[in-house]
């Protein structure tokens, strides 16, 4: 069984087992997750898919961890103008394990 969820204005594919890297969620490790926003399910074969089908689907996951993903550098170069600018960022995740597909 797999689904596709929508969760931090990105869509994930996601099947039971599976650790995904999600925007923070702001729970604590070990804390149940729950998307409600399903927008496709695969039952062996079986495709629901659109709002009337789904309205009471839900995924179910588990928090594995909290933390920073890896550096984003971001360079600002202008050529012969003595201009540089060198940043870094690292964005939040939360990673979960996803446990339950329900329909």
Known sequence: MEAVIATGGKQY???PGQVIKVERL????GA???FTKVLLVNNDGQVTVGPKG?????VLGQVVAERKQDKVLVVKF???KNYRRHRGHRQT???VRITKIEV
């Open 26 to 29: 702001g729970k604590d490790k």
């Open 78 to 80: 202008k050529r012969r």
């Open 93 to 95: 995740m939360t990673a």
């Open 54 to 58: 789904l309205a009471s689907a839900r």
């Open 13 to 15: 594919r996601v099947a």
């Open 32 to 34: 149940s997750v729950e």
